[in-house]
């Protein structure tokens, strides 16, 4: 069972997000949110947020009721879009400002980590790409 959850659109830049979501990523909910409690960055109250929504999705969607076994098993940060704006400077000048925006995913687990789903490919060498069919 997998449950998911989104932020989109968060006032955030996605390269400050994602070193918050480094830090709780493999662990178990309980874990990651003490973890989350004591970081010290904005971003961290953006990800406690989407991982408690994950975890009620978990319970209200899949019915889980055992939260001690659930894990982070994705987190990511995509960019989202920007709002451009512009500052006027000296001579006539104009520097653009970009006011980064990104979206937060959180994934949340009960299946152990070592299980994989029936019909996924085992981990190993790539079979298409640029370096599949090198020999050096």
């Known amino acids: 069972?997998?449950?998911?959850?989104?932020?989109?659109?968060?006032?955030?830049?996605?390269?400050?997000?994602?070193?918050?979501?480094?830090?709780?990523?493999?662990k178990s909910v309980a874990e990651a949110l003490a973890t989350?409690?004591?970081?010290?960055?904005?971003?961290?109250?953006?990800?406690?947020?989407v991982l408690r929504a994950a975890v009620a999705n978990a319970e209200h969607n899949h019915q889980v009721r055992n939260l001690d076994e659930l894990r982070v098993v994705q987190a990511t940060a995509d960019g989202g879009p920007m709002l451009k704006?512009?500052?006027?400077?000296?001579?006539?000048?104009?520097?653009?400002?970009?006011?980064?925006?990104?979206?937060?995913?959180?994934?949340?687990?009960?299946?152990?980590p070592g299980r994989r789903a029936a019909g996924a490919a085992p981990a190993g060498r790539a079979t298409r790409g640029p370096a599949a069919g090198r020999t050096r």
Do not use: C, N, W
């Open 1 to 26: 069972m997998r449950a998911v959850a989104r932020a989109r659109y968060v006032r955030l830049s996605a390269k400050k997000a994602q070193l918050v979501l480094r830090e709780i990523r493999g």
């Open 36 to 49: 989350l409690r004591f970081v010290p960055r904005v971003a961290a109250r953006h990800v406690e947020k």
């Open 85 to 112: 704006r512009v500052q006027p400077r000296a001579m006539g000048r104009a520097f653009y400002i970009r006011h980064r925006t990104s979206h937060l995913t959180i994934a949340v687990s009960d299946e152990a």
